[in-house]
């Protein structure tokens, strides 16, 4: 009887060292990370601007607007979350914007696209000179 005991006292010290050593074991390899890190990708920057000047094109891709600071007329791409107001923030219809209306165009410049944002369209003033 006493050698019964002292072999099963020895076989349940071994089935718990093993035990011990397996956990252990589990919780030395769920700790290891490898941690892999992909290369920096470019960073695009986005700039909101905005330009006054005269609608010399209005096509169904883009504003051409003409300003006095560059010689050619410069080219807007738009979408359809570009808003058109007038000079008071009202909301116009699309077909306000035509060849001769003055206008300020806010927009997004990415790289080389420029995307119009927000369109104001401006009345048209004429001056006239009174000479005495």
Do not use: C, W
């Amino acid at each position: 009887m006493k050698n019964t005991l002292n072999i099963l006292t020895l076989l349940g010290v071994f089935a718990f060292t093993i035990t011990t050593a397996s956990a252990q074991s589990a919780a030395t390899s769920s700790t290891t990370t490898t941690t892999t890190t992909a290369p920096a990708s470019p960073v695009i920057k986005t700039t909101s601007v905005s330009s006054d000047g005269t609608v010399s094109t209005f096509s169904p891709n883009t504003i051409m607007v003409k300003t006095t600071s560059a010689a050619d007329p410069v080219s807007y791409s738009y979408s359809k979350t570009t808003t058109y107001v007038d000079e008071n923030g009202n909301p116009v219809a699309m077909e306000t914007v035509k060849s001769g209306a003055p206008v300020t165009v806010y927009y997004d410049q990415n790289g080389t696209t420029m995307v119009a944002t927000k369109v104001i369209v401006r009345k048209t003033t004429t001056t006239t000179n009174s000479t005495p």
